[in-house]
């Protein structure tokens, strides 16, 4: 059994000395997570380059009682991808090979470490359609996606990152590799294991390739935007949006005029698209894999429509592709420009689609009784019922003093969403961040299930201990979350509920 001091040395052998990193300078890219909130403490930085070097490396720190931390791109804002000292950060960026293409098939085989704009356009290259399209897909990873069960601006018509894959290869706690690689549609032959995986943040399992779906490509596009007098608006046109281009919305989503009018303001290149500012607009794309003029056709039909119904105040449709990626960054840009707006405290819940106006409503008056002066900077996906509830500094109060309130204004958005049926983790993961909430709202029933699951496939607790599941209370024995070693022998038999 190697020692956890001499681990690295240990992994060097297996995977190469360069590809096993410990000084600070050299692992600092891995370590620095993305809004900077949390730091990880690793014993080292392993890059394995295949799946049976991924097995070794687990088995390698299994028997050395190291946790291992399964990381992608290191996009995440929930710090699910944060190792504590002692552990192992696992990361993929090596493993980053189209592996094949099935265009009769629809299908695409990719090894984990894929980052998720390279896949695009491979599928692109193909006259295929990956749909999953975020804000870092020039950096994150498909592994880390499917491990997070990513969302995405597309979600409305092509769903989650669950729904993209129809399978996984996966490393397992003993060393074994999951071989679950089916391009099939159709397998009704007991569990779908791959979905146990899928959404696990890597406590489960390290994905190390996956079978995508894959989509005709879009031959014809209507980007558009409109003014809105408020999200009962806009909730009337996704609904007359859907009907008149037969589902085709690809993307409809919803920003409040503070975050759209804040772009205008702080970014130079940023032009108005509308005549005068209104309190919301609506982003929206629809798309088909016929080419023609149709779709736009019925796109601006729908919208003179809801213009003469006084559904809207006024809209703008991109005329060519340059104004459709005008369009479209000004939704991008939003995220960036409320840095300019001074402290943030994030929120990323979903409701019922039918629920977004009430929920927008009761928020704002929560967040206003609760703190004056603080500013709600809305925005997000509205199409699937998944909006940010961002919440901007009083003008008059200092960024620290602000910051501090952050679990306490989490709580004032979370109980609004959860009093609507929401959830308070739409698409950004649960992590560490979030796991007071969990045990706060996740019926308990789920989190024993949740707990079983993870005793069943990681006994030992080897794979990013500490994220995800609220540490048991009581019971006497190490939890299922703790890291290895925290209160009982590695591999003991857990205490029984």
């Known amino acids: 059994m190697p020692a956890a001091e001499s681990l690295p040395a240990e992994l060097a052998r297996i995977i190469g000395a360069k590809n096993v990193l410990t000084a600070p300078e050299k692992t600092r890219a891995y370590t620095e997570e993305l809004r900077g909130r949390h730091r990880s403490e690793c014993l080292a930085v392993a890059l394995p380059a295949n799946a049976e070097e991924v097995s070794a490396v687990v088995s390698c720190c299994a028997r050395a009682g190291a946790g291992i931390v399964p990381q992608g791109g290191n996009t995440g804002t929930m710090g699910g991808a944060v190792a504590r000292r002692g552990q192992v950060i696992l990361n993929l960026r090596r493993m980053n090979r189209v592996l094949g293409v099935d265009e009769a098939n629809h299908s695409m085989h990719v090894q984990a470490g894929c980052v998720l704009a390279d896949i695009q356009e491979a599928a692109r290259a193909r006259g295929r359609l990956f749909p999953l399209s975020l804000g870092a897909q020039g950096s994150c990873q498909i592994g880390g996606n499917l491990a997070t069960n990513a969302g995405g601006v597309n979600v409305l018509h092509y769903g989650n990152a669950r729904d993209l894959a129809l399978g996984l290869e996966v490393v397992l706690a003993d060393g074994r590799v999951w071989s679950g690689l089916s391009a099939l549609r159709k397998d009704n032959t007991g569990y779908d294991l791959k979905n146990l995986f899928i959404g696990s943040e890597g406590t489960l399992g390290v994905i190390t390739a996956a079978v995508l779906k894959l989509f005709p490509a879009l031959q014809s596009e209507s980007v558009a935007l409109a003014g809105l007098r408020a999200p009962e608006a806009a909730l009337e046109l996704l609904g007359r949006l859907r009907a008149a281009t037969a589902d085709r919305l690809v993307t409809f989503e919803l920003m409040g005029g503070i975050a759209v009018h804040s772009v205008l303001r702080h970014f130079s290149g940023a032009r108005a ?216 022998t590695r591999g003991a038999k857990p205490a029984s509920r």
Not at 318 to 342: K, P
Not at 472 to 478: I, M
Request: aromatic share 6%; proline share 7%.
């Open 273 to 488: 698209p509308l005549a005068a500012q209104h309190e919301w607009y609506a982003l929206l794309k629809a798309g088909s894999a016929a080419p023609g003029p149709a779709l736009r056709e019925r796109v601006e039909a729908c919208l003179a429509r809801a213009l003469q119904d006084d559904v809207l105040q006024d809209a703008v449709i991109a005329e060519n592709e340059t104004q459709a990626r005008e369009l479209l960054r000004l939704r991008e840009q939003v995220v960036e420009a409320q840095r300019f707006e001074g402290g943030s405290i994030k929120h990323d819940v979903s409701v019922p689609v039918s629920s977004v106006p009430e929920f927008l409503r009761r928020a704002e008056r929560a967040v206003a009784a609760a703190m004056p002066g603080a500013r709600p900077y809305p925005y997000g996906h509205m199409g699937d019922g998944n909006m940010h509830f961002n919440i901007s500094q009083p003008p008059d109060m200092e960024a620290k003093a602000f910051l501090s309130q952050w679990d306490a204004m989490n709580r004032v958005v979370h109980e609004v969403a959860h009093q609507l049926g929401g959830s308070f983790s739409a698409e950004h993961g649960i992590g560490i961040s979030k796991l007071g909430e969990m045990r706060r709202y996740k019926d308990p029933v789920s989190l024993a299930l949740y707990r079983q699951i993870k005793r069943a496939l990681d006994p030992g607790n080897l794979f990013n201990p500490g994220k995800l599941l609220p540490v048991e209370e009581g019971g006497g024995g190490r939890a299922a979350n703790a890291p290895p070693g925290a209160s009982a």
